[in-house]
């Protein structure tokens, strides 16, 4: 047998074993010692084993993950993803659908500080939720609007996605910061527009809320000044070169937990649960890393990626038509799997086929777009039917929702997303024009 089809075998297995609920990191740690073993014994696999969990481990660019998940952890205890939702339904509550645009606006600017889909979907459905009740809603446009708006958790920078990205395939992280940025302002404006679409065909979807008066507003806004402190100067400063990612990470986390101190929002309890939760998600991302690790290597002995890239290269396809197929394939796995897995289970593969494909882009350039394309898929695969994780996570915290609808809330946002991944592939300087005004 080839190492072309124990490859083929070993990447079935590992969609049996997460069809069987076996924890990813897991799943992906037996499948690539178990291949790596049979292509070259156990002798080579425990020495392989010597060195590189260390060495998976001893980048510096990886402290950056713990630092912006502790970030996360303390905004929360802060208070900010309500202010943020406060102040954007006083601006647009009182319109058609307002209460459901605020919530966008509310996971974008959560996102900015967050970094996690999955964590931006929880903490703005405790703080939106209840009002989109109060108003009443339609359970399809609540929970799918809150599915929806988690999405760019992971998109808009930071992103813990993003970070692992542009390790696996060395490409600089300020640069890809860089790149996401307007690509994740699109998002949130094309949910804002969706949402003020559907509620036009459907008006009893998203009832008129309460106008609120100027001084409310200004008050509103004004409490969101740590938010917008935190972006500015994180994410400015890694931009301008003031600092790297890992010590503007570093300066967030100071920050937002210093902020949800001077608050009264967190005590020691408050701070010993966002270690220990940060600390857990570490691990939990850090065993997929391993997982990675190891699968990659397997794969790497197998010659498969090389192998499925010369054999794309030479079937004849155009570049556009191949990235297409890629595109259909994260979609489908974002029905089983979490978007970090996707990443490292599929860049190793994917990124060698497009690397070698001609779509008029220098290869840092090709790099950095399809990192963004990547992203963007992968974050579409968390609220597509009939798995979506975002789906589940939301609809699990409105028991009272039939899980129907809300996966029906979710496909105009589906639709929205469709276009601008069309829309990305079709204009590279979409992700490209920021890195280029910068650098």
């Known amino acids: 047998m080839s190492g072309f089809e124990i490859a083929f075998i070993g990447l079935a297995v590992l969609l049996v074993l997460l069809a069987l609920r076996i924890p990813v990191g897991v799943a992906m740690l037996a499948v690539g010692m178990g291949g790596y073993w049979i292509l070259s014994g156990l002798g080579p696999l425990l020495n392989y084993s010597k060195t590189a969990v260390y060495w998976r481990f001893a980048s510096y660019d990886l402290s950056i993950v713990p630092m912006f998940l502790l970030m996360g952890q303390f905004a929360g205890k802060a208070g900010m993803s309500r202010d943020l939702f406060e102040a954007a339904n006083t601006f ?28 931006t979907a929880a903490t703005m459905a405790q703080v939106a939720l209840p009002e989109l009740r109060r108003y009443k809603y339609s359970g399809a446009l609540a929970t799918g609007t809150l599915a929806a708006g988690g999405t760019l958790g992971i998109l808009i920078p930071p992103s813990i996605v993003l970070v692992i990205y542009a390790i696996a395939v060395e490409a600089n992280i300020t640069t890809m910061f860089q790149a996401a940025l307007l690509p994740g302002l699109l998002a949130a404006l094309g949910y804002l527009l969706t949402i003020a679409i559907y509620v036009r065909i459907r008006p009893a979807a998203g009832p008129v809320g309460t106008k609120a008066k100027w001084e409310e507003r200004m008050r509103a806004l004004l409490r969101t000044w740590p938010v917008i402190l935190i972006f500015f100067v994180v994410i400015g400063g890694i931009y301008f070169g003031i600092f790297t990612p890992t010590e ?19 005590r020691l309890k408050g701070f010993v649960d966002s270690i220990a939760g940060a600390a857990v998600l570490t691990a939990m991302i850090f065993l997929i890393l391993l997982g990675a690790e190891y699968l990659n290597a397997f794969l790497a002995l197998s010659r498969m990626p090389a192998e499925a ?18 595109v259909v394939v994260y979609l489908a796995l974002g029905c089983v799997m979490d978007s970090l897995a996707m990443i490292l289970l599929t860049v190793p593969i994917f990124w060698p086929i497009i690397a070698g494909l001609d779509f008029g882009l ?17 974050e579409v695969g968390l609220i597509t039917p009939p798995v979506g994780l975002n789906v589940f996570i939301i609809n ?29 592939i079709a204009f590279p300087i979409i992700s490209l024009g920021l890195p280029i005004l910068l650098n």
């Open 92 to 119: 647009l509550g009182h319109r058609r659908g307002g209460v459901a645009m605020a919530t966008i606006a509310g996971c974008a600017g959560f996102g900015a500080i967050c970094g996690s889909s999955l964590a």
């Open 248 to 266: 503007g990470a570093a300066v967030g986390a100071f920050g937002t937990g210093f902020i949800a101190f001077w608050r009264g929002g967190m």
């Open 309 to 326: 890239a010369g054999l794309i290269q030479n079937s004849g396809l155009a570049p556009f038509a191949i990235l297409t197929v890629i």
């Open 362 to 378: 220098s290869v840092d350039d090709t790099k950095i777009w399809f990192g963004i394309i990547t992203l963007v898929v992968v």
């Open 396 to 424: 699990s915290m409105a028991p009272d929702v039939p899980m129907r609808a809300t996966f029906a809330g979710v496909l105009p946002f589906l639709a929205s997303d469709a276009i601008r991944v069309a829309l990305l």
